[in-house]
């Protein structure tokens, strides 16, 4: 998102989330000072200025369906309008830094050769931290059916068997998720050698 798309997403979450929860009288939370309250309305609209409207109203009818405090009178903590805001809109953004860092190490290559990419992809886009060792092995054994049935629709391509809908569209899938697997390693890559 480049620097006018970013102004004009904040403008957008200011004029469709923030300043009608405001006319309806919902007031800052009562744990944030004043300060503190406007550093949170200014993280929102920075973080949530990818929202399209629509997603915008979704949130906003939830925020109003959600209030804070002991009246319900008050604005939700920003973390959980955060978290909210992911449900109903994840941010299309390209690899965090820990994504990068995981896919350029070893760790990122075998689970490339190993088929389990995607889920370690899917690991850290929710837990945000590097897997330990007891936890690979989770993901490796998460995967394994998925690696089985890949391996094995792969063969009965190789044979010349025709394949079921259901089968096609994993193998589509799963190719898809590899893809994106592959692109992080390589623009982690590409990032290690700049």
Same mark, same amino acid.
């Given at each position: 998102?480049?620097?006018?798309?970013?102004?004009?997403?904040? =403008?957008?979450?200011?004029? *469709?989330?923030?300043?009608? %929860?405001? +006319?309806?009288?919902?007031?800052?939370?009562?744990?944030?000072?004043?300060?503190?309250?406007?550093? *949170?309305?200014?993280?929102?609209?920075?973080?949530?200025?990818?929202?399209?409207?629509?997603? %915008?109203?979704?949130?906003?009818?939830?925020?109003?369906?959600?209030?804070?405090?002991?009246? =319900?009178?008050?604005?939700?903590?920003?973390?959980?309008?955060? @978290?909210?805001?992911?449900?109903?809109?994840?941010? $299309?953004?390209?690899?965090?830094?820990? *994504?990068?860092?995981?896919?350029?190490? +070893?760790?990122?290559? $075998?689970?490339?050769?190993?088929?389990?990419?995607?889920?370690?992809?899917?690991?850290?886009?929710?837990?945000?931290?590097?897997?330990?060792?007891?936890?690979?092995?989770?993901?490796? @054994?998460?995967?394994?059916?998925?690696?089985?049935? *890949? +391996?094995?629709? $792969?063969?009965?391509?190789?044979?010349?068997?025709?394949?079921?809908?259901?089968?096609?569209?994993?193998?589509?899938?799963?190719?898809?998720?590899?893809? =994106?697997?592959? $692109?992080?390693?390589?623009?982690?890559?590409?990032? +290690?050698?700049?």
């Amino acid at each position: 998102m480049d620097e006018q798309q970013q102004a004009a997403g904040e =403008k957008r979450v200011q004029d *469709m989330l923030i300043t009608p %929860l405001e +006319a309806l009288g919902l007031a800052r939370p009562s744990t944030l000072t004043k300060a503190q309250f406007a550093v *949170m309305l200014s993280e929102l609209r920075q973080k949530l200025a990818y929202l399209t409207p629509g997603s %915008l109203a979704v949130l906003r009818d939830w925020v109003e369906a959600h209030p804070g405090g002991r009246d =319900k009178d008050r604005f939700p903590i920003g973390l959980k309008i955060l @978290n909210k805001a992911r449900a109903i809109q994840p941010p $299309e953004s390209g690899p965090s830094p820990l *994504m990068l860092k995981v896919f350029g190490h +070893a760790l990122g290559q $075998e689970a490339l050769a190993g088929g389990w990419a995607p889920e370690l992809l899917r690991y850290l886009r929710g837990a945000r931290e590097w897997p330990g060792r007891y936890t690979v092995t989770q993901i490796r @054994n998460e995967a394994d059916g998925a690696v089985r049935r *890949m +391996a094995d629709i $792969e063969m009965r391509l190789g044979r010349g068997d025709r394949l079921s809908l259901e089968d096609e569209s994993f193998r589509v899938h799963r190719s898809e998720a590899l893809q =994106k697997c592959r $692109e992080i390693t390589d623009q982690a890559q590409r990032g +290690a050698a700049a």
